[in-house]
């Protein structure tokens, strides 16, 4: 089995900061891609940033300059670290990864529960 667990959203105010982690656990013999997505209430889900496993990142244009995203190879977890949060940043985030599991034959993508992020005076 494996899971994806979020941690780290909250609610902050415009102009703040949070930072996101994602854990991913299990069974789990390699990780390739790693992203983070959000879905803002009323709209569809959108790719925010993606990290692949030899660090090359890209960026949703309304978060570059603002948004990093990161990984740590040996622990299977990808950071996004969020600064100069905006009203329109408010959005559940989820991680997503494609992974090797044991016993299977090949890449998987999983998706994690999902953290909300709320950007609120």
């Known amino acids: 089995q494996v899971q994806l667990v979020e941690s780290g959203g909250g609610l902050v105010q415009p102009g703040g900061s949070l930072r996101l982690s994602c854990a991913a656990s299990?069974?789990?013999?390699?990780?390739?891609?790693m992203s983070w997505h959000r879905q803002a209430p009323g709209k569809q889900r959108e790719l925010v940033a993606h990290?692949?496993?030899?660090?090359?990142?890209n960026y949703a244009g309304s978060v570059k300059g603002r948004f990093t995203i990161s990984r740590d190879n040996a622990k299977n977890t990808v950071h996004l670290q969020m600064n100069s949060l905006k009203a329109e940043d408010t959005a559940v985030y989820y991680c997503?990864?494609?992974?090797?599991?044991?016993?299977?034959?090949?890449?998987?993508?999983?998706w994690g529960q999902g953290t909300q992020v709320t950007v609120s005076s």
């Open positions: 299990g069974s789990i013999v390699s990780i390739n891609a």
């Open positions: 997503n990864a494609d992974l090797l599991r044991s016993g299977s034959f090949g890449y998987m993508n999983y």
């Open positions: 990290i692949t496993r030899g660090a090359s990142t």
